[in-house]
């Protein structure tokens, strides 16, 4: 079945550095990829996510990139603020298939002010 | 917030007694999911439901038990069979039709006494 591990575990920045989350999974025929964010005390939400078809997805500050060939994808946020301070949790699954997604194990970035 | 419903918020636990999760959704979702989350330990996939009156079980099922009656209902029983049960739960849905976006309710915190 899928592995999905992620690292590092806890990153600290100061405001305005950038933040890079790294993940691998095991399962080549994953092919959705997306990313949740979870603030203290409240539920998981997705923030951006990437398919197999594609190599890079940016939205705003932050972007995923995929490189299926490693079996890795990347969480990028630029110019941090307080409020990107969370847990991130990246995730991998097979579109049309079990639709079981395997989480890492998430990490906590805190944005120093 | 609308959407998906979990209750109750905080939930105690005696040894040897059975305690049923509540997880309610109102979005016409087909796929609902229970995660289990403990601190460094990501999100866990206890069980999974793509359909009413089916489900399967997920990474760490041993101790729970779920029923899908109703396409809105989504149950979680933790057993005494769970040891370990101390643990944030959150449930989550998705739409089948080619939209993975889980959303997640707001969980419930269990305890043991």
């Known amino acids: 079945g899928e592995n999905v591990e992620q690292h590092p575990s806890t990153l600290s920045v100061q405001e305005g550095d950038s933040a890079v989350i790294k993940c691998t999974y095991s399962d080549s025929a994953s092919n959705y990829f997306p990313w949740y964010k979870q603030e203290l005390g409240k539920r998981p939400q997705l923030i951006i996510d990437i398919r197999s078809n594609v190599g890079e997805k940016k939205d705003q500050r932050i972007a995923v990139t995929l490189n299926k060939t490693a079996k890795h994808f990347s969480l990028h946020i630029t110019e941090t603020q307080p409020e990107d301070s969370a847990v991130y949790f990246c995730a991998a699954t097979v579109q049309g298939g079990s639709e079981k997604l395997v989480f890492g194990k998430g990490m906590k970035l805190t944005v120093n002010p | 917030d609308g959407g998906i419903t979990q209750s109750p918020k905080y939930l105690f636990r005696k040894e040897g007694q059975n305690v049923t999760l509540s997880c309610e959704q109102n979005l016409n979702h087909d796929a609902m999911y229970w995660y289990r989350q403990d601190p460094g330990q990501g999100l866990r996939l206890i069980y999974y439901s793509q359909i009413v009156n089916d489900f399967q079980k997920g990474d760490i099922a041993e101790g729970y038990s779920v029923s899908r009656e109703k396409k809105e209902s989504f149950p979680l029983t933790v057993t005494s069979a769970q040891k370990n049960p101390t643990a944030f739960y959150l449930c989550?849905?998705?739409?089948?039709?080619?939209?993975?976006?889980?959303?997640f309710g707001s969980g419930t915190q269990l305890s043991v006494l």
């Open positions: 989550a849905s998705h739409d089948r039709d080619g939209n993975e976006k889980l959303f």
